[in-house]
C-alpha cells in the first residue's frame, strides 16, 4: 500500500546519490536538548563552513531514515560547495518510521512530539557552529513534507521558510497519538477553508505576532498516496496564514519542467505552489527551486543581501 510505494521509489534514487564525493561525513549526535520523543539527529557539517552558517533541515519519508535521506539527496555536496549546515533527523516511530505530525504535542509551540526534538536539533547546531538564526529551512517529501507544514506552523519563530514535496497542511493529520496515519486526510476528504486552516496555525503558537516563514509547496495530480487535494488546502491554510488571496497572482506554465504550473500568491515571496501534470506521490524534488527559494547559494556573513527572517523578504545583514 502507500508505504511499500514510496519505499520503492526512493532505493531508486540512494543508488545515484550515494556517489557524492564529501568533504565531510555524516555525524550522529546523541544528545542536543530537549527530546521527549527520542528522535535521532544525525547533521552533515561540511568542511568549509560558510560565514554564520544557514542551516538546513531534511526530515524524511515514511520508511525513510536520516542515512537514507542524506545519500538520497544531493543537499550534502551543495553543502560542501555554499557552505551551510544540513541536519538529518530520523523518526522513533519504529513500526513506520513516519513522523508525529499528528500529536497535539507536535503541533503545539514548545509542546513537544517529534517537532520539538527537531527543533532542539536546530537550536544546537546553531550554538554550536555560530549558525545563523535568520537563514533556518526545512525541506521534505512525503511525511517529510507533513512535517515541513508543521514545523512552520508550531515553530514560526524558528524557520524562515518550507519546501514541501507531495504533503498535507499543519494539522491534516492531528489526531489520537505521535504515530496516528489519517486516511481521511490522505484521501484528501479533509476540506476546509481558509480562515479555519489558519486557525489552527495559528492556535499552535496563540499570541504570536512575528514573521511568518514563506513557503513552497509540490504536489502530483496522480498521487495516490496523499489526494493532490491536499495542495488545494495547503494553499487555503498558508495564504489565509498570510492574509492574501487563494487566487494566484500570476500562473507559469510548464515552470520548473514540462506539465508543472507554478502559480504565485500575493506579492509573491510569501507562498507559491506547484501542480505536476501526472506526477505521482514519487515526486522527484526540485534542487534549484528549492536552492533558490532558501537563497542558499548566498554567503551572507559578508555583508550580502540574503533572504532571511530578519525583514521578512530580502535583507541586507550587517557584516561581521
Ligand atoms: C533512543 O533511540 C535510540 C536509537 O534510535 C535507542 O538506541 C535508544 O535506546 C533510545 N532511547 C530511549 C530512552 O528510548
Ligand atoms: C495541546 O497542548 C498544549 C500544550 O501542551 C495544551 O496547552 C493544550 O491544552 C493541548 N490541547 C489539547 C486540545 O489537548
Ligand atoms: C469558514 O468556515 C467556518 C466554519 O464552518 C465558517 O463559520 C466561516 O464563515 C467560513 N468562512 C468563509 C470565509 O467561508
Ligand atoms: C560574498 O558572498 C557572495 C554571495 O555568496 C559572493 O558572491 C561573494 O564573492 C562573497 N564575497 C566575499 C568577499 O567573500
Known amino acids: 500500500m502507500h508505504f511499500s510505494l514510496l519505499f520503492t521509489s526512493i532505493l531508486g534514487i540512494t543508488a545515484t546519490a550515494s556517489s557524492q564525493i564529501l568533504s565531510s561525513s555524516l555525524t550522529h549526535i546523541p544528545s542536543f536538548g530537549p527530546n521527549p520523543r527520542n528522535v535521532s539527529m544525525y547533521i552533515y557539517v561540511p568542511k568549509t563552513l560558510a560565514p554564520k552558517p544557514p542551516i538546513l533541515a531534511i526530515p524524511h519519508w515514511c520508511h525513510g531514515t536520516a542515512q537514507a535521506a542524506f545519500v538520497g539527496s544531493p543537499y550534502a555536496s551543495l553543502s560542501d560547495t555554499y557552505g551551510f549546515i544540513s541536519i538529518y533527523p530520523s523518526s522513533p516511530n519504529t513500526a513506520d518510521q513516519c513522523w508525529d505530525v499528528s500529536s497535539n504535542a507536535s503541533l503545539t509551540h514548545q509542546g513537544g512530539g517529534d517537532a520539538l526534538g527537531i527543533v532542539s536539533m536546530v537550536r544546537w547546531a546553531l550554538e554550536k557552529y555560530g549558525g545563523d538564526r535568520e ?94 487535494q491536499n495542495l488545494e488546502e495547503e494553499t487555503k491554510q498558508w495564504t489565509s496564514v498570510f492574509g492574501i488571496s487563494e487566487t494566484p497572482k500570476r500562473v507559469d506554465k510548464d515552470t520548473p519542467l514540462k506539465g508543472w504550473t507554478k502559480s504565485i500568491y500575493g506579492d509573491g515571496g510569501r507562498f507559491e505552489a506547484y501542480e505536476a501534470e501526472g506526477v505521482t506521490h514519487d515526486i522527484p524534488n526540485q534542487v534549484d527551486v528549492v536552492m533558490e527559494w532558501f537563497d542558499l547559494k548566498c554567503k551572507s556573513g559578508n555583508g550580502t543581501m540574503c533572504f532571511s527572517r530578519k525583514s521578512g523578504m530580502y535583507n541586507k545583514l550587517v557584516a561581521e
Open 135 to 228: 537563514r533556518v529551512f526545512v525541506m521534505g517529501t512525503s511525511s517529510g513534507a507533513m512535517m515541513t507544514n508543521v514545523l512552520l506552523g508550531s515553530y514560526p519563530d524558528v524557520f524562515a521558510a518550507g519546501s514541501a514535496f507531495a504533503g498535507v497542511p499543519f494539522g491534516c493529520f492531528a489526531g489520537p497519538g505521535f504515530d496516528y496515519w489519517s486516511d481521511e486526510c490522505a484521501k484528501g476528504k479533509i476540506v476546509k477553508n481558509g480562515t479555519e486552516w489558519a486557525a489552527m496555525v495559528r492556535n499552535a503558537y496563540p499570541g504570536y505576532t512575528g514573521f511568518r516563514p514563506k513557503m513552497q509547496v509540490f504536489h502530483g495530480t496522480a498521487d495516490t498516496v496523499l489526494d493532490p
